[in-house]
């Protein structure tokens, strides 16, 4: 994966946050495996857009509509995959449509662009013209795969499902989106056969006393017995060296 290309006039050195909305039946029954939520948290965060929540919901409009109304009031952006599609039960954009209050329609910006992949008007059968409908207001999202394009209405872009379709559309937003800070990562491995339990006490305290890095506990066992690894996260180089510089120190004290 590549770093992505945001809009260099919409950088800015704050945090900007945003929530992934994965629709679809096949999801929640396990007969699809969700490729796209790991693959949308690398990207945002490498654009300094730090993913805060993950729903998936049913193909059912009333549960769509209420996790997006719920998750664009709480976050920057809402990024959603999955549902439009040609078929009757691919019915998030009409619910992303009455979340918002506005009416959805034949686009003729999308009509234009399957035009000319599906090599004429003739050939845009109506299940074709099904995923040319786009709510009132929205920008589209390019689809270089396939034509059908995604949109962008005010903070959610709504996306497709099938990952080599959706990582292609996520290039093109991103451009729409305002990038932030990118959250640094660094971490300590105490070694092997030393487990959460001998570094949970002094590790709450360093995490109390450095209250602007992200510091976790990760827990892991393999053929050398228990192992942990201590991750620290945040936005500033030097707080991020300073945590993690006491919790070396605290390691060091630990017996072996």
Avoid at 16 to 32: K, M
Avoid at 105 to 110: F, T
Avoid at 220 to 236: C, E, H, M, N, Y
Wanted: charge should be negative; avoid cysteine.
């Amino acid at each position: 994966m590549e770093t992505p290309s945001v809009n260099p006039e919409q950088a800015a050195p704050v945090s900007v946050t945003a929530a992934i909305l994965v629709v679809g039946d096949e999801i929640l029954s396990g007969r699809t495996k969700d490729k796209n939520i790991g693959y949308i948290t690398e990207f945002l965060t490498g654009a300094g857009i730090d993913v805060k929540e993950v729903r998936v919901v049913p193909d059912e409009e009333e549960r769509i509509v209420e996790a997006v109304n719920a998750l664009r009031t709480r976050y920057d952006y809402v990024l959603s995959t999955g549902g439009i599609g040609p078929t009757h039960d691919d019915i998030t954009a009409d619910s992303v449509a009455k979340a918002f209050g506005v009416g959805i329609e034949i686009d003729q910006r999308a009509v234009e662009a399957m035009t000319r992949h599906y090599g004429g008007a003739a050939n845009l059968t109506p299940a074709r013209l099904r995923m040319a409908r786009i709510p009132d207001g929205a920008e589209l999202v390019d689809n270089p795969v396939s034509a059908a394009p995604g949109f962008m209405l005010d903070n959610v872009i709504v996306m497709a499902g099938v990952p080599n379709i959706m990582q292609r559309m996520l290039d093109n937003a991103i451009l729409k989106m305002r990038a932030g800070a990118v959250t640094l990562s660094d971490s300590v491995s105490p070694g092997p056969g030393i487990g959460e339990g001998a570094v949970a006490e002094p590790l709450a305290a360093i995490a109390q006393a450095h209250p602007e890095v992200s510091i976790g506990s990760y827990p892991s066992f393999g053929p050398a017995g228990f192992q942990t690894q201590l991750v620290i996260r945040g936005k500033d180089a030097a707080k991020v060296a300073a945590a993690k510089a006491d919790i070396e120190a605290m390691v060091a004290t630990i017996k072996r």
